[in-house]
């Protein structure tokens, strides 16, 4: 295929097929291509380490648009290509598959791939990392014959399957080698909350513990050896343990990559003529912070300023991050950044599994952390967004609602 004027965007993922589908909602009318790796079109992945791992989520219900929708909007979706090689001076883009492609403009969307340790035994049968459809539809299989699960990561992605397994009957086992869960992400009392809760259903939590081997045979894991020597008998080996931003392309298209493709407010690389929006992207906050989201609501609104920027219209990021992370019947959802916070406030007992953390720096509210709190959530992401302050004193106070600030701010 060749294709000699218009946007060839190479990622398929939420913010490549978000990019695709804004451009067309402001009117762009050039070519669009859509370059994607895998053998489906664009779908949501964060239902594959929950719903889809127990059986509740099928495939069908996870793309993102039907079947018709890349017709009626005149955009080209190549799946199952790799981009491998492109020349700038040209504008030519050389796929896997021999093709090529000739661009005008280009967005790269690339995403980001688990990050896999290196460890004696990690390519035995039953050892599963988990990022794209292809990787849950296995793991699913194997999750339906396994009796004891060990899980390597104490992260979002690591207690989401670690839940499902449980739901599933599973005997589950994590392993955290820092001293806390999700240690990067909360602060102490949400990791200690998180630890607890999984443990009261019946989920073996361990922190501050190296893995050393994982034994087998190519019939399959066996057990996972620790560095102190214990071994825990495992039949499944879920891989929990990060994700590295896809940067190969932009690396040798020469962008400046920090922990990913380095983009400004209005998502161009240091290639002016070339955006980046989603995972595979790192950003400077409102802040002046460096950040790298890996969220679905960062790909989403990133890619529309990226639009922006293509049409020429510059409307800079300035959206206040937001995540969620159901682990079973506990939903935790997080809006703003909480680096460099000084002081916590506590909304409700961790005991009643319904409560929200504040964090706050020099009295500004900078994030908001909640467990089945939907409604202090929902206000605290309003006032990061409106930068509104809260007395931290008053906001302790679980009976007075944090939309009383949204009325009456200051």
């Known amino acids: 295929m060749e294709m000699t004027e218009g946007l060839v965007i190479i990622g398929a993922g939420q913010a490549g097929l978000q990019l695709a589908a804004e451009l067309r909602a402001r009117g762009y009318e050039e070519p669009i291509v859509l370059v994607g790796e895998e053998a489906v079109p664009p779908y949501q992945r964060p239902p594959l380490s929950k719903s889809f791992l127990t059986g509740e989520t099928q495939a069908a219900a996870l793309f993102l648009r039907p079947p018709g929708f890349y017709d009626s909007h005149r955009i080209s979706l190549l799946t199952e290509e790799r981009a491998v090689g492109i020349d700038r001076a040209a504008r030519r883009i050389a796929l896997a598959s021999g093709r090529t492609l000739s661009f005008r403009k280009l967005a790269l969307t690339t995403g980001a791939a688990a990050r896999i340790p290196s460890l004696p035994g990690i390519d035995y049968p039953g050892v599963a990392a988990l990022r794209t459809l292809a990787d849950a539809e296995s793991l699913r299989a194997h999750l339906q014959k396994a009796s004891e699960v060990v899980v390597i990561g104490g992260g979002f992605i690591g207690l989401e399957t670690a839940a499902a397994a449980r739901k599933l009957g599973k005997s589950v086992t994590v392993l955290e080698a820092l001293p806390r869960l999700l240690a990067r992400v909360v602060a102490p009392i949400v990791s200690d909350f998180y630890a607890e809760a999984h443990r009261r259903r019946g989920i073996v939590v361990r922190t501050n513990v190296t893995v050393a081997a994982l034994e087998g045979d190519a019939s399959g894991i066996?057990?996972?050896?620790?560095?102190?020597?214990?071994?825990?008998?495992?039949?499944?080996?879920?891989?929990?343990?990060?994700?590295?931003?896809?940067?190969?392309?932009?690396?040798?298209?020469?962008?400046?990559?920090?922990?990913?493709?380095?983009?400004?407010?209005?998502?161009?690389?240091?290639?002016?003529?070339?955006?980046?929006?989603?995972?595979?992207?790192?950003?400077?906050?409102?802040?002046?912070?460096?950040?790298?989201?890996?969220?679905?609501?960062?790909?989403?609104d990133q890619a529309k300023v990226a639009a922006a920027t293509l049409l020429g219209w510059f409307e800079p990021f300035s959206a206040v991050p937001w995540f969620w992370s159901d682990q079973g019947d506990l939903k935790l959802q997080i809006a703003g950044y909480n680096g460099g916070y000084d002081r916590l406030v506590l909304r409700g007992d961790p005991a009643t599994e319904s409560f929200s953390v504040l964090y706050f720096r020099q009295e500004q509210l900078l994030a908001v952390d909640s467990i089945n709190r939907p409604a202090d959530y929902a206000a605290a992401r309003r006032l990061l967004a409106a930068r509104i302050s809260v007395p931290p004193a008053e906001a302790a106070d679980p009976s007075v609602p944090l939309k009383k600030w949204l009325a009456n701010p200051g």
């Open 222 to 300: 066996r057990a996972v050896r620790l560095a102190d020597g214990t071994r825990l008998a495992a039949d499944l080996v879920i891989l929990g343990t990060g994700a590295l931003p896809r940067t190969e392309l932009a690396e040798a298209l020469g962008l400046a990559c920090q922990g990913g493709i380095l983009v400004d407010r209005f998502a161009r690389t240091s290639s002016s003529e070339i955006v980046a929006a989603g995972d595979c992207t790192v950003h400077r906050d409102l802040d002046d912070r460096m950040a790298r989201l890996e969220s679905v609501q960062n790909a989403i």
